[in-house]
């Protein structure tokens, strides 16, 4: 289980997409710190404004709380890791990258509960 969590940590840390790995539920519970309820993952991608992607969450989409849920994100068109993730709410998520067109292509995974 520490080998697994390794791996999910240098993904989200090192942006490292072939070493993501989604935990099973009741451990990354246990990892992000809650060991209530159900974690979830929302994948997407979408065109950024002024360097930003804004994404809202809806329906089964949506997490508890702020701090319930990790992001990674990835510039397509540069092919470089999102610089900034912050987390609104359990509803909102803004990527920000700080050079480059102001309208490249982001993918994003957000997980948690």
């Known amino acids: 289980?520490?080998?697994?969590?390794?791996?999910?940590?240098?993904?989200?840390?090192?942006?490292?997409?072939?070493g993501l790995?989604?935990?099973?539920?009741?451990?990354?519970?246990?990892w992000i710190g809650n060991s209530e309820g159900t974690a979830h993952v929302v994948e997407g991608e979408g065109t950024a404004t002024a360097r930003k992607l804004a994404v809202t969450f809806t329906n089964s989409?949506?997490?508890?709380?702020?701090?319930?849920?990790?992001?990674?994100?990835?510039?397509?068109?540069r092919e470089?890791?999102?610089?900034?993730?912050?987390?609104?709410s359990g509803t909102q998520v803004t990527f920000e990258y700080f050079?480059?067109?102001?309208?490249d292509t982001i993918r994003f995974q957000c997980v948690g509960q």
């Open 61 to 77: 989409a949506v997490f508890a709380s702020s701090k319930s849920y990790l992001c990674t994100g990835y510039d397509e068109t």
């Open 1 to 18: 289980m520490l080998a697994s969590r390794r791996a999910w940590r240098a993904g989200v840390d090192g942006y490292a997409a072939s």
């Open 99 to 103: 050079t480059g067109a102001a309208n």
């Open 21 to 30: 790995e989604v935990l099973p539920p009741t451990d990354l519970g246990i």
């Open 80 to 88: 470089v890791p999102i610089l900034s993730i912050a987390y609104a």
